[in-house]
Nanobody, 123 residues
Framework: VQLQASGGGLVQAGGSLRLSCAAS????????MGWFRQAPGKEREFVAV????????NYADSVKGRFTISRDNGKNTVYLQMNNLKPEDTAVYYC?????????????????WGQGTQVTVSS
């Protein structure tokens, strides 16, 4: 499956952005979907994950209460709503698809990756 992430940009601290990740094929509902991010000089880190049906989610502590992951299986798309953004949220954000059922926080568990979208939060 091919993943296309979009929606990044430059925003002031306290602002909001909504990332989207569209999948290229109709078996989208077979994948657990995750969002990860990578800041310059740092390792890729887990942000959020959502189950195949969308009824279960999990978040990194650093974004809990500010970010919301959701999916629309009819549109083959997963979203990341980001509110109250902070300068430390600045990173390239990646969506990823996992064929396994487990909601993994580990990047190497994921089978497919999107190209990334830049999010920059100014103070």
């Amino acid at each position: 499956v091919q993943l296309q992430a979009s929606g990044g940009g430059l925003v002031q601290a306290g602002g909001s952005l909504r990332l989207s990740c569209a999948a290229s094929e109709g078996t989208f509902s077979s994948y657990v979907m995750g969002w990860f991010r990578q800041a310059p000089g740092k390792e890729r880190e887990f942000v959020a994950v959502i189950s195949r049906s969308g009824d279960t989610t999990n978040y990194a502590d650093s974004v809990k209460g500010r970010f919301t992951i959701s999916r629309d299986n009819g549109k083959n798309t997963v979203y990341l709503q980001m509110n109250n953004l902070k300068p430390e949220d600045t990173a390239v954000y990646y969506c990823a698809a996992d064929l396994n059922w487990e909601l993994s926080k580990i990047p190497r568990a994921y089978d497919y990756w999107g190209q990334g979208t830049q999010v920059t939060v100014s103070s």
